[in-house]
């Protein structure tokens, strides 16, 4: 379980598979990458990500895997 994006996003550089929890109201600022060969699987229980001024919270590339459940953006 994570309290914040910056939790998040220090995780997924270090990791090459994530499975996160994550819940209450994120503002995301820039979009969370998921590299070539990284897998990050993200839940939420009611969580609500805010983009701000970007549309795209998530960028993956190459051969990343993201699998989202239970999340809801603004």
Not at 10 to 24: Q, Y
Request: glycine letters at 14%; charged letters at 15%.
């Amino acid at each position: 379980s994570f309290g914040s994006i910056a939790e998040l996003r220090a995780a997924l550089a270090t990791s090459s598979t994530l499975d996160a929890t994550i819940s209450g109201y994120h503002t995301v600022g820039s979009p969370l990458v998921v590299s070539d060969g990284k897998t990050l699987v993200l839940r939420g229980h009611g969580a609500i990500l805010d983009g701000q001024t970007t549309n795209r919270l998530f960028l993956v590339q190459g051969g990343g895997t993201l699998e989202l459940d239970g999340l809801s953006s603004l």
